[in-house]
Nanobody, 124 residues
């Protein structure tokens, strides 16, 4: 069993930056692909970014060039650096773990474990 805990959300003005963290329990973290998803009120949960165990990354078109996903296997932590934030980035951001040795998937069903989420609010 893997537990994921997100942190780093908050309120920021448009154009600002935030860095989200996702701390994972368990000894197998380095073998998992990790993903970030977000859900705005009244909308479906959508893919944001993912990173494979080997560091291959995948981004949604809406965040390419603005967001960067990374991981520190020694700390069992995944990060999402968010720059040039826009009001439409407002959502609850959740991290997820895929326990297969796979590519960084954009598909929600690929992920086995999910965190509770952290709120990101971008004001205009």
């Amino acid at each position: 069993q893997v537990q994921l805990v997100e942190s780093g959300g908050g309120l920021v003005q448009a154009g600002g930056s935030l860095r989200l963290s996702c701390a994972a329990s368990g000894r197998s973290f380095r073998s998992y692909a990790m993903g970030w998803f977000r859900q705005a009120p009244g909308k479906e949960r959508e893919f944001v970014a993912a990173i494979s165990w080997g560091g291959i990354t995948n981004y949604a078109d809406s965040v390419k060039g603005r967001f960067t996903i990374s991981r520190d296997n020694a700390k069992n932590t995944t990060y999402l650096q968010m720059n040039s934030l826009k009001p439409e980035d407002t959502a609850v951001y959740s991290c997820a773990a895929d326990r297969t040795f796979g590519l960084p998937s954009a598909t929600k069903l690929q992920y086995d474990y999910w965190g509770q989420g952290t709120q990101v609010t971008v004001s205009s």
